[in-house]
């Protein structure tokens, strides 16, 4: 069980590169699987990121891979995301989400931060 905090959304232009954070608070978090979702208004859910509870382990959707990079610190309880080569598809609430382990579903969810790309 934890509680996620997701930080370093803002306002950048098309081309620049964000890195946020997602603090954790709980007993489990170096076993749960971490990931990134983000939601556009209008659109539903979309998968962003995941790393296992290792770090050793990870997966992009198809729209951020070569672009986005997940990683975490356990000693800090805290997940990033890396963002790179922002496009205005980007802009959206980004969500940090916990799952028990990988290939589970993702049961606990951050509160999001507002990623704004614009020309």
């Known amino acids: 069980q934890v509680q996620l905090v997701e930080s370093g959304g803002g306002l950048v232009e098309t081309g620049d590169s964000l890195r946020l954070s997602c603090a954790a608070s709980g007993r489990t978090f170096s076993t749960n699987t971490m990931g990134w979702f983000r939601r556009a208004p209008g659109k539903e859910r979309e998968f962003v990121a995941a790393?296992?509870?290792?770090?050793?382990?990870?997966r992009y959707g198809d729209s951020v891979k070569g672009r986005f990079t997940i990683s975490r610190d356990n000693a800090k309880n805290t997940v990033f995301l890396q963002m790179n080569s922002l496009k205005l598809m980007d802009t959206a609430v980004y969500y940090c989400a916990a799952a028990a382990a990988w290939n589970s579903p993702y049961t606990r969810w951050g509160q999001g931060t507002q990623v704004t790309v614009s020309s």
């Open positions: 790393i296992s509870g290792s770090g050793r382990v990870t």
